[in-house]
C-alpha cells in the first residue's frame, strides 16, 4: 500500500450473487459489514468513513439456460460501486470495502480497468472459475464464478461491462489459499496460484515470491486484493456458505495480507463471504476484524 494513502472504510453489502440458503430465505452476507463495524472497525482501522452501497432486490428464481441469477442487479451494482471506489481513488485514499458476496469482485475490477491494467490477488478457499465452458450450471450463482467473469468467461452482461472485458487478464492474477483440488480449472488455464495445502505445510514465502512476480511486474498499474474469508479453515470462521476443511489459519492470513499489502502497487482491499446470520454470537465476526486489523497495522 503507498505510504500516506488514507483508508476508507466502504461497505458493500450485496448478496445478489449467492444462491438462497433455503427456500424463503436470503443469503445473510449482506449484514456482514454491519457486524464488522459492531466490532469497532472503523476506530480500530483509523479509517474514514466511505459510507455505504445499497444493492438492488434479491430474486432468489433461477432457471438453468436463463442467463446468471441478479444478473441485471449485479451489472448496474458493479457499475455503481466501480463508480464509488473511482471516487476513492480520486482522493487519494484506500478503499477497504466490507462485502457482500464475491461478485462485488466485479466492481472493483471495472474501476480499475477503467484506468489501467491492474492486477488481483484472489484469496479464496475456492477457484470461483465456474463458467459455461466447464459448468453446466453455470449461471446459478456468480459468487461462484466471477473470478471467470472477471478474466473473461461467461455472460456478456457480466463480462463485458462498458465495453472493457477482460477486467483482468490470465496472467495478472494469483490465486492464493485455495484448496488443492479447487485450483485444477485455474492452473489449467494458466492462472498461477499457490494452494491452501502448501502455504501450511511451507509458510507464506512460496506465495509472496509468486505474487511479487505475478503483481508487480512492469506493465500493470498496480493490483487489487480480494479476500473470501473462506480461505480460512472452517474450524476458525464456518459463517461462509461453502466452508471447506483444510483452509489457513489466522496468522498465515495475516502474514500474507500484510506481505501483499506491503508490496507498490496495491491500490485496494476488499473483504467477502462472512454470514452472520450463522455466527449467533458474534465470535466469528470479533475474529474477521481482528483478520483486517492486524493486516492494515503498521
Not at 445478489?16 to 443469503?27: E, H, K, N, Q, S
Not at 451494482?77 to 480520486?90: M, V
Not at 466447464?134 to 471467470?148: R, V
Not at 489459499?177 to 495445502?197: D, Y
Request: hydrophobic share 45%; charged share 25%; proline share 6%.
Amino acid at each position: 500500500m503507498n505510504a500516506g494513502r488514507e483508508l476508507m472504510l466502504l461497505d458493500a453489502p450485496s448478496n445478489l450473487g449467492l444462491r438462497p440458503p433455503a427456500d424463503g430465505t436470503v443469503p445473510g452476507c449482506y449484514k456482514a459489514p454491519g457486524a464488522l463495524r459492531d466490532n469497532d472497525l472503523l476506530r480500530r482501522l483509523g479509517a474514514t468513513e466511505a459510507g455505504v452501497l445499497t444493492p438492488a432486490r434479491y430474486h432468489p428464481a433461477w432457471e438453468q439456460g436463463h442467463g446468471v441469477r441478479n444478473a441485471a442487479g449485479i451489472a448496474e451494482y458493479s457499475r455503481r460501486l466501480a463508480a464509488r471506489i473511482d471516487r476513492i481513488h480520486g482522493r487519494n485514499g484506500f478503499p477497504v470495502v466490507l462485502g457482500g458476496d464475491c461478485s462485488i469482485v466485479l466492481g472493483a475490477a471495472l474501476a480499475l480497468r477503467r484506468r489501467g491494467r491492474y492486477g488481483l490477488a484472489y484469496l479464496d478457499g475456492h477457484d470461483d472459475f465456474r463458467h459455461p465452458g466447464i459448468a453446466p450450471t453455470a449461471g446459478s450463482a456468480a459468487a461462484g464464478e466471477c473470478l471467470a467473469l472477471a478474466t473473461g468467461r461467461g455472460a456478456a452482461e457480466l463480462t463485458d461491462l462498458d465495453g472493457l472485458r477482460p477486467y483482468v487478464a490470465d496472467s495478472d492474477v494469483v490465486l492464493l489459499g485455495a484448496r488443492e483440488e479447487e485450483s485444477v480449472e485455474t492452473a489449467a488455464a494458466g492462472i498461477r496460484g499457490v494452494p491452501s495445502q502448501r502455504i501450511m505445510a511451507a509458510g507464506t514465502a512460496e506465495a509472496l515470491a509468486l505474487a511479487t512476480e505475478t503483481l508487480t511486474r512492469p506493465g500493470l498499474d498496480g493490483f487489487w486484493v480480494h479476500v473470501d474469508i473462506d480461505v480460512l479453515d472452517p474450524a476458525i470462521v464456518s459463517a461462509v456458505d461453502s466452508p471447506d476443511p483444510g483452509g489457513l489459519d489466522v496468522d498465515t492470513l495475516v502474514a500474507l495480507l500484510r506481505g501483499l499489502l506491503d508490496l507498490p502497487g496495491a491500490v485496494g482491499f476488499e473483504l467477502t463471504v462472512f454470514d452472520p446470520d450463522l455466527d449467533p454470537d458474534g465470535s466469528q465476526a470479533a475474529v474477521v476484524a481482528e483478520v483486517i486489523e492486524r493486516a492494515f497495522a503498521r
